[in-house]
């Protein structure tokens, strides 16, 4: 499938949503996403890269509706929201410790996200 970041809706290549708990790396294009499922049977897509130091969020697990990455075990909640704050990186502003949230919904086993353009330099909003 070929991935673009137009603002339009596209059906990531996945058999079917990730289980609660469940986390996939998944590639659009250029673009790589970490999926993962809800406790509620939702689906969040970000992308896979930590705003921490780039570790891929994919190869990180979900806590108690948390995604945590693996690297250094920052948690964000379903928003992309950082919220368990390490001592050592107190000077991290909260707008630079979001990952990056992109829209998704569910249609039965598929699922659709939008994806945010990607913008040199751009400080990616805490919503
Ligand atoms: S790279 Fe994710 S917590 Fe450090």
Do not use: N, Y
């Amino acid at each position: 499938m070929t991935a673009t970041t137009d603002g339009g809706w596209m059906a990531l290549p996945i058999a079917a949503p990730p289980q609660p708990g469940e986390v996939l790396a998944v590639a659009m294009g250029d673009r790589r996403l970490a999926v993962w499922g809800t406790s509620d049977g939702g689906v969040q897509a970000w992308d896979d890269r930590c705003p921490h130091r780039g570790a891929p969020l994919s190869a990180g697990r979900v806590r108690d509706g948390q995604l945590v990455c693996g690297k250094h075990g920052w948690r964000f909640d379903a928003c992309g929201h950082r919220i368990v704050p390490r001592e050592a990186d107190r000077a991290v502003s909260a707008l630079d410790a979001c990952a990056r949230v992109h829209e998704t919904r569910r249609e039965g086993t598929a699922v659709w996200v939008r994806m945010t353009a990607d913008q040199p330099g751009e400080v990616i909003e805490c919503r």
